[in-house]
């Protein structure tokens, strides 16, 4: 029988207990990884647990805690739980991301603008900071940031998430470069509009919707699940040659630099 592509592998994932990250995590278990999930609210850990406890991915293979993207005690306390708990950590998918503020750039409020900055960005570079010493004892690892079509691209209204997430893109080169060495890989997900609360306000109206739908070249949203095993893939043997790219999965939206 074939070996799963991620077995032996302890992979952590922020915001992981609904929409693309849950998806994530749910993929990278099937594909035999031991996964930590987590968000800011035990309710949705427990949630989230018990739905993939009910698809048969018991204990052994997901566990969960609750963790703050925006607080640095959270994401340590994170990272040293994996390790006390499965030895290891080996993929970190960096997930958490948030968009406080529609409107003008020039009108979005400091206290928004940090938030952003510190759960899109900061976050990232925190985890990163906190695993890659672990990955480089165990001979590499492999990093995946989940950006945004909206780094390549600025959406209306949401100008400083799009900043955030541009920033995410020379994130993933610099540490690409940095970690090579030490054969930590590191790469971005940038996923186009996918159906999850996050960005139910720019689908759920129809009409909306349909103007949307005319922007994407295969003519619909994506669905979390189209993103995971992108994910799965790029922390597989199977990608052990890239590092430091950025996999836009949207559907066909166009969205270059
Ligand atoms: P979602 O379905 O709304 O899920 C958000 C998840 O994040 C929940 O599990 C939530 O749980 C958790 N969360 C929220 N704030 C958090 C924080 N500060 N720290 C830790 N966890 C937090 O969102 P999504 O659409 O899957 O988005 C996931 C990522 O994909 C984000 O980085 C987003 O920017 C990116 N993305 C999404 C789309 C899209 O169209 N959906 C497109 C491009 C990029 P709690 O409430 O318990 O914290």
Redesign the pocket.
């Given at each position: 029988m074939q070996r799963a592509a991620l077995a032996g592998k302890v992979a952590v994932v922020?915001?992981?207990?609904?929409?693309?990250?849950?998806a994530i995590a749910r993929r990278l278990a099937r594909d035999g990884a031991r996964v930590v999930i987590s968000?800011?609210?035990q309710a949705?850990v427990d949630r989230a647990l018990g739905l993939l406890r009910a698809e048969g991915l018991g204990l052994e293979c997901v566990s969960g805690r609750v963790?703050?993207?925006?607080k640095r005690e959270d994401l340590a306390a994170l990272v040293d739980e994996t390790l006390r708990s499965h030895g290891a950590v080996d993929v970190l998918v960096s997930?958490?991301?948030?968009s406080p503020f529609a409107g003008r750039t020039l009108d979005c409020p400091e206290e928004a603008w940090d938030k952003i900055f510190e759960?899109n960005v900061k976050a990232a570079f925190l985890l990163a900071k906190l695993v890659a010493p672990h990955m480089e004892r165990r001979g590499g690892g492999s990093i995946v940031l989940?950006g945004?079509?909206a780094g390549y691209h600025p959406m209306p209204a949401i100008g400083p998430y799009s900043v955030s997430k541009a920033a995410l893109l020379g994130l993933t080169k610099v540490l690409a470069r940095e970690l090579a060495p030490a054969n930590v890989r590191v790469n971005c997900l940038a996923?186009?509009?996918?159906r999850?609360?996050?960005?139910s306000a720019v689908w759920s109206e129809p009409a909306a919707r349909r103007r949307l739908e005319e922007a994407i070249d295969m003519g619909r949203i994506g669905e979390?699940e189209e993103c995971a095993g992108t994910v799965s893939f790029l922390c597989s043997p199977d990608a052990a040659y890239i590092t430091g790219e950025t996999i836009v999965v949207a559907g066909g939206f166009h969205c270059r630099l």
């Open positions: 922020t915001a992981s207990t609904q929409g693309i990250g849950l968000s800011r609210k949705s963790c703050h993207a925006g997930n958490a991301g948030v759960v989940v945004s079509i996923p186009g509009v996918i999850t609360g996050f960005s979390p």
